[in-house]
């Protein structure tokens, strides 16, 4: 069955870029999501079908996958950007998460 | 476009409940429907999905046989029955909506989330 592997964590300052990464068996044919969760509030898509944003999440946030890994950016990161992220991705018969990246802005 | 959970609660182990999610804002019947868990301190993980007819659902290994999703379009509802609950279940618990319609595309609405507490 698919497994999802991503960093624990990733850190980051202010203004840079960070990259998220995902790795599973063959990850670049399937489509893959990315989720921000921050404590006490719901779970955010923030990437859709590899690298289409929901036209509420800015620009800042891109996603790519190819080959075994799916990769999430966030471009000039901000505070506010601190959180964990989830990729996941459809098998054909279940939802498979990632195990989640906690994002540090320092 | 919202989704609001509910049903959660406390309840001993080898108990049972019954959450709901009602749905506005959307063409509910078209919509394959997801149940989320996320407990303490952990990571998300998914628990099932069902299709936009009821017709066919999917479940994660681990929870087979003692959680069944279902729904009913008339009244724009998901549901989640978990049976023998034991402490592991303790969790937030999430449905969500597949985004255009297909599992492929990942989970867009989300609602706020309803706890379930397994304890004695």
């Known amino acids: 069955s698919l497994e999802l592997t991503q960093p624990p964590s990733v850190s980051v300052p202010p203004g840079q870029t960070v990259s998220i990464t995902c790795s599973g068996n063959q990850l670049g044919e399937k489509y893959i999501s990315w989720y921000q969760l921050r404590p006490g509030q719901s779970p955010l898509m923030v990437i859709h079908q590899d690298d289409k944003r929901p036209s509420e999440i800015p620009a800042r946030f891109s996603g790519s996958n190819s080959g075994n890994t799916a990769t999430l950016t966030i471009s000039g990161t901000q505070a506010l950007d601190e959180a964990d992220y989830f990729c996941q991705a459809w098998d054909g018969t279940t939802v498979v998460f990632g195990g989640g990246t906690k994002l540090t802005v320092l | 476009v919202q989704l609001v959970e509910s049903g959660g609660g406390l309840v001993q182990p080898g108990g049972s409940l019954r959450l709901s999610c009602a749905a506005s804002?959307?063409?509910?019947?078209?919509?394959?429907m997801t149940w989320v868990r996320q407990a303490p301190g952990r990571g998300l993980e998914w628990v099932a999905n069902i299709k936009p007819e009821g017709e066919k659902t999917y479940y994660v290994d681990s929870l087979k046989g003692r959680f069944t999703i279902s729904r009913d379009n008339a009244k724009k509802s998901v549901f989640l029955q978990l049976n023998s609950l034991r402490v592991e279940d303790t969790a937030v618990y999430y449905c969500?909506?597949?985004?255009?319609?297909?599992?492929?595309?990942?989970?867009?609405?989300w609602g706020q989330g309803t706890t379930v507490t397994v304890s004695s």
């Open positions: 969500a909506r597949q985004y255009s319609s297909s599992p492929h595309y990942g989970m867009d609405v």
């Open positions: 804002g959307f063409t509910f019947s078209t919509s394959w």
